[in-house]
């Protein structure tokens, strides 16, 4: 899932349950859960892309967005809100290290257990799963609306 979408679950999560300490593990958890859902991607991304390195601009935008909205309009438990948010998108952090080697033309490093536990869960990625964020992006949106009235 696009760390949008992440975002988004883990916002939603932090809303419902209201406290930031039983957001922050069940957020990250959820993260795992999205993954395991067939989503949009691609079977061997380029990496050092420019076209990459925008689908990853354009994405962390859309979550600074959320996170802004979260901390500007002060929804009830928004700090659980925010917490969820982060929480949800910060496992793809651990694809950083990839990103930043393939920028700088070396070799990809050895995964970890964790890394690849977090790869292969991901049973499908394909350009079809696009419908597949939208309509997470959707119903997340409408099921997070009522917490900003």
Known sequence: MTATNHALTGSLIGLMVGSPWLAIPLAFMSHFV???????GVSDP???????????????????????????????SWVAGVCGAVAAASPDLMWLPDYIRAHKGKALAKHRHIV???????????????AVEV???????????PFYT
């Not at 999205?34 to 949009?40: E, G, K, R, S, Y």
């Not at 690849?116 to 394909?126: C, D, S, T």
Request: glycine fraction near 4%; include cysteine; hydrophobic fraction near 60%.
């Open 116 to 130: 690849l536990f977090h790869k292969n869960i991901q049973w499908f990625e394909r350009p079809i799963g696009f």
């Open 34 to 40: 999205l993954d395991a859902i067939p989503h949009f």
């Open 46 to 76: 380029k990496l050092n892309s420019r076209l990459f390195s925008l689908y990853l601009i354009f994405d962390a935008a859309m979550v600074l967005v959320l996170l802004g909205c979260l901390i500007v309009f002060q929804p009830a």
């Open 135 to 145: 309509a997470w992006t959707v119903a997340m949106v409408v099921l997070t609306v």
